[in-house]
C-alpha cells in the first residue's frame, strides 16, 4: 500500500526550512527518502531503520516514529540545488512475502533565490 | 563508486519491434530491479532478483521479459508493447539480499521508451 506524502508541492526561498512527511497504514520495516530532480534518476539520501538505526548524507536529517509509522524530512537552509521531487519509500513489515520499496506520491520542492 | 548504467537512454520503438535494456553495476551488489516512471508519478516496482535469480515479478505483463545473465548486468527485453508502456524504465541495484532490512537502493539514469 503506498505511503501518504505530505505537502504536493512546497516553494522556498534560499536559506528557509521546509519539512516532508510521510505515514503508512502498516508497520515499518525502513523508511527510504530519495530525491529526483526533473529528466535524472532518483538518487539516494536517508534510510531510516526499525531499531533507530540511520544512515544518509550528512547535510540531511530525517526522524522515523515507529509507532506512528511515520517519517519526515527536514531541510535547513535550503539551497538552490535541493530543488527536485521528493519521494518516501516504505519497507513494510509482513510475513513470509518478499520485501519491497513501496514509493509514495512525492513532494515537489522548488527553492527560489 | 556508486554507479549504476543503464543503455540505451533513449529508446523509440513499434508495437511489433523487439527491443532490450541494459543495465549494469559493478557493486558488487547482488539484488537488482526494474522500475517503471511514468511524468510526475513515483517510481512502481516491475521486478527484482536477488542473487541472479527472479524473486519478485509485480504481475508485469509477459511483453516484458527480464533477464539476469550474471551479478552485474540486467536487461529487459521488450517485444510487443502498446503506447502505454511509453514510461522512463529504471534500474537499481542493492548491496545483499533485497529481503533484509534497509538495504538503499542506487539507481540508473533510466531509459526514455516511447512506443509509436
Known amino acids: 500500500q503506498q505511503p501518504v506524502q505530505s505537502p504536493q508541492a512546497v516553494i522556498l526561498r534560499e536559506g528557509e526550512d521546509a519539512v516532508i512527511n510521510c505515514s503508512s497504514s502498516?508497520?515499518?520495516?525502513?523508511v527510504h527518502w530519495y530525491r529526483q530532480k526533473h529528466g535524472e534518476a532518483p538518487v539516494f539520501l536517508m534510510i531510516?531503520?526499525?531499531?533507530?538505526e540511520q544512515k544518509g548524507h550528512e547535510k540531511i536529517s530525517a526522524s522515523f516514529n515507529e509507532k506512528k509509522q511515520q517519517s519526515s524530512l527536514y531541510l535547513t537552509a535550503s539551497q538552490l540545488s535541493y530543488s527536485g521531487t521528493y519521494f518516501c519509500g516504505t519497507d513494510v513489515i509482513s510475513s513470509g512475502s518478499a520485501r519491497q520499496l513501496t514509493f509514495g506520491s512525492g513532494t515537489q520542492l522548488t527553492v527560489l533565490p | 563508486d556508486t554507479e549504476v548504467t543503464q543503455t540505451p537512454k533513449h529508446l523509440v520503438m513499434g508495437m511489433t519491434n523487439k527491443k532490450s535494456l541494459k543495465c549494469e553495476q559493478h557493486m558488487g551488489h547482488r539484488a537488482m530491479y526494474w522500475y517503471k516512471q511514468k511524468a510526475k508519478k513515483p517510481p512502481e516496482l516491475m521486478f527484482v532478483y536477488s542473487y541472479e535469480k527472479l524473486s519478485i515479478n509485480e504481475s508485469v505483463p509477459s511483453r516484458f521479459s527480464p533477464e539476469c545473465p550474471n551479478s552485474s548486468l540486467l536487461n529487459l527485453h521488450l517485444h510487443a508493447l502498446q503506447p502505454e508502456d511509453s514510461a522512463l524504465y529504471l534500474c537499481?541495484?542493492?548491496?545483499?539480499?533485497?529481503f533484509g532490512p534497509g538495504r538503499e537502493q542506487y539507481f540508473g539514469p533510466g531509459t526514455r521508451l516511447t512506443v509509436t
Open positions: 531510516l531503520l526499525k531499531g533507530g
Open positions: 537499481a541495484s542493492s548491496q545483499g539480499s533485497p
Open positions: 502498516k508497520a515499518l520495516y525502513s
